[in-house]
């Protein structure tokens, strides 16, 4: 006689599948609004009027294309922009208090709150909380090119103010000021943007260093 089909583990790998699969693809959450831009397909839990996206578009466009490392025919990505709400929660996991992220071995971004029509975006830190959307798309698109360049692993591989401070570099922007960054070293303040901050300059200088080689930076960095 044959044994009968236990529903218990069954029911939990279930569960597991449904509350894992968003994250692998986020299109599953049903974003209710979409647009084609260039190379970028966007969904978005909110209208997207193409003058406001393309306008934002163009801007990352325009950031990324500073990078030697950057695909001549254009970065190809899905973009999810999120309200910060229940979509955000549950795609961002352990990363919620972050403007942006991109998981590797994906080709998706996901935002959090965001504001077409100012190109700006904001998360729930109560210092370093608002920065333009086009500079995000840019940062979390250049996880993309580093990882095509340097290796899926890169991202454990090498140092976090290499990975992150470079993707700021191509973003032009970081979320701490040089003002705010210097007052929160003064009062002996650990932010968590501070090795973004840190990453960008100390990238900004070494690509000076080595005349602007980002091949040589990445192969040097410890």
């Not at 894992?20 to 974003?31: E, K, M, N, Y």
């Not at 191509?170 to 501070?194: C, F, N, Y």
Request: aromatic fraction near 8%; hydrophobic fraction near 40%; proline fraction near 5%.
């Amino acid at each position: 006689m044959a044994k009968p089909i236990k529903k218990g583990p069954l029911l939990l790998a279930g569960a597991a599948l449904f509350l894992a699969l968003p994250v692998i693809i986020p299109s599953a959450l049903a974003f209710p609004y979409r647009a084609q831009v260039g190379t970028f397909d966007i969904r978005s839990e909110a209208p997207l009027p193409r003058a406001e996206i393309e306008r934002v578009i163009a801007d990352a466009n325009r950031r990324i294309a500073t990078s030697p490392i950057a695909d001549p025919q254009g970065e190809s990505r899905s973009i999810y922009l999120t309200q910060g709400g229940w979509r955000w929660t549950w795609l961002a996991l352990q990363s919620r208090k972050s403007f942006g992220l991109t998981r590797a071995a994906t080709i998706y971004i996901v935002i959090n709150r965001s504001h077409l029509a100012a190109n700006r975006m904001t998360n729930s830190q109560p210092v370093g909380a608002a920065r333009t959307l086009s500079s995000i798309i840019a940062h979390e698109t250049c996880h993309g090119m580093e990882r095509r360049r340097y290796g899926a692993l890169m991202s454990v591989t090498k140092p976090t103010w290499l990975v992150e401070g470079y993707c700021d570099h191509v973003a032009q922007e970081s979320t701490l000021s040089d003002a705010r960054a210097a007052d929160l070293k003064a009062r002996g303040i650990d932010h968590p943007a501070m090795v973004y901050y840190e990453g960008r300059k100390k990238v900004a200088a070494e690509l000076a260093r080595n005349g602007g080689d980002v091949d040589r930076l990445f192969a040097e960095a410890k």
